[in-house]
């Protein structure tokens, strides 16, 4: 459910690693051509009905797109940019096309621009409407399904769609070389400050310059400053886009979630564990033997290792009947969450993960991400714009505050609040929380997912869930959330009086 644009340094006791790759375009509706020789291909696939998916290798290879750029030669174009965007992922390439409508000087620098991302994206079908994304949605569904728990489904009348990695970059990439957009591959090691410009070093030797930097290269990004702990929840999840001889699912409906537990009947320990730090199945079938399918723990903190991911995932599995023939691709993804916002202002912007939109109660991101690159162009436009007078301190600070406006920062205090509170919530309170949240009225609850709701509707929505909730449900709310209230009340009244 979350949506990784680069994986953060993960603690200590995990390896975040990115082994997801690229669909073909064939997919969906039809599936992979299979063709098994009589030999080794064959005991391969049989074997793997009964043993575990997790030993079965990604099949799909790295892809980059076939299109011409406008390539930055730093050794003839000695001349200062406007903005210079580091990382070439949907937050930054929604960005520099963006700005360079306006005729705006805009450069993107990325160690390799036209490779396709290799992260999954799933975002609700309206939302890329809003966008004019809609034909960058390589399959959807008309409804969501929830399984609340063994007795109870709840069926959602909102459309789901998979974002095609290979249709968003492409039309992302042709816009920007059609706007000017020049491209620089190259890894950005350094950058450095003057008080009207910044200088970036790459580690091809090159230097480049430019009244604004933009960082959108993701959470491990060594560039943005924080004055506060990073007291991050951890979503963390293992997925795979398998070939497989049944599954049980709808090929009308996506899986939203599945907090059944019920497939840990005979496995007393990894129940046990799964009470107090639950996890669910989050599932895209595409056909009938083909599903992409991911463990995910929504959030945690302490976070969970892959390895309980996927002995929870492979138990799932086996109870549900689902056996894999074949792995296409897999995905490892650790998403921060919540923590406190960067800085602000400072000498670099940002956007993306690195600037704290990842939604903080879900994982969502990427929809919003490319709604505010819009906000954000705009900002930029009035400093850099024809008239190209506001630069330095003055444009750092229109920048963030663009970015991060005062009601903006307390929605996402309230954000925040609610994954704290999920933070204390085992397996019966989730459930018993998301029963009420999918019962509300759907403006209430889509705009929730979709971080489009005001302080004041986002207490509207806390009081109606609350009236909503099963007794069990608001003895939780009353035990476990004084804490992360009273922790929230007095950020957002610190945030007002600053």
């Known amino acids: ?168 970059k492409t039309k992302l990439l042709e816009t920007c070389a059609a706007n000017g957009v020049q491209f620089h591959k190259a890894k950005v090691w350094k950058v450095k400050h003057q008080e009207f410009e910044s200088l970036v070093e790459c580690d091809d030797g090159s230097n480049l310059r430019a009244s604004l930097i933009v960082d959108a290269s993701g959470f491990s990004s060594t560039f943005i400053d924080y004055d506060k702990p990073r007291n991050h929840g951890y979503q963390i999840a293992h997925g795979v886009l398998a070939e497989v001889d049944y599954h049980p699912f709808d090929l009308d409906q996506m899986v939203l979630m599945d907090w059944r537990d019920s497939h840990l009947g005979n496995e007393p320990y990894i129940r046990e564990e799964n009470s107090r730090l639950p996890t669910f199945l989050y599932a895209m079938p595409f056909s009938s033997n083909l599903v992409f399918l991911e463990e995910t723990s929504l959030v945690s903190r302490p976070v969970l290792s892959y390895k309980e991911i996927k002995k929870r995932m492979a138990a799932r599995l086996r109870h549900l009947g689902i056996r894999v023939r074949r792995v296409i691709e897999d995905e490892k993804c650790l998403i921060p969450m919540g923590g406190p916002l960067p800085k602000i202002p400072q000498r670099v912007a940002a956007i993306g993960g690195t600037a704290g939109l990842v939604h903080p109660s879900t994982g969502y991101m990427v929809a919003r991400t490319m709604a505010i690159a819009s906000v954000l162009s705009q900002t930029i436009l009035e400093c850099l714009g024809s008239t190209r007078m506001i630069r330095g301190k003055q444009l750092h600070e229109r920048v963030w505050t663009g970015l991060w406006s005062s009601e903006r920062r307390r929605v996402r205090e309230f954000y925040s609040f609610g994954m704290e509170t999920l933070l204390k919530l085992d397996l019966n309170g989730t459930r018993g929380f998301f029963d009420g949240f999918f019962d509300l009225d759907p403006y209430y609850w889509h705009g929730f997912l979709s971080s489009r709701l005001s302080l004041r509707e986002l207490g509207l929505l806390s009081l109606s869930l609350f009236r909503r909730a099963s007794n069990t449900c608001k003895l939780d709310i009353v035990t476990k959330c004084p804490a992360p209230l009273v922790k929230m009340m007095g950020n957002i009244v610190l945030d007002t009086v600053l």
């Open 1 to 168: 459910m979350g949506t990784l644009l680069w994986p953060p340094p993960p603690p200590p006791s995990v390896i975040s690693v990115s082994g997801k790759r690229p669909l073909s375009t064939t997919f969906p509706p039809g599936l992979p051509e299979t063709r098994h020789s009589r030999g080794k291909a064959r005991s391969k696939i049989l074997s793997s009905k009964f043993e575990s998916f997790i030993n079965l290798k990604p099949e799909s290879k790295p892809e980059s797109l076939n299109l011409d750029l406008r390539w930055l030669d730093p050794s003839t174009n000695k001349s200062s940019m406007d903005v210079i965007i580091i990382g070439a992922g949907p937050a930054g390439l929604r960005l520099a096309e963006q700005v360079s409508r306006f005729g705006i000087h805009v450069c993107c620098v990325d160690p390799s621009p036209l490779s396709i991302w290799p992260n999954n994206y799933g975002v609700w079908v309206d939302e890329f409407q809003d966008l004019g994304l809609e034909d960058c949605l390589d399959k959807t569904w008309p409804m969501t399904r929830i399984y609340i728990d063994e007795h109870k489904t709840k069926y959602l009348d909102r459309p789901y769609g998979r974002v095609s990695r290979k249709r968003l």
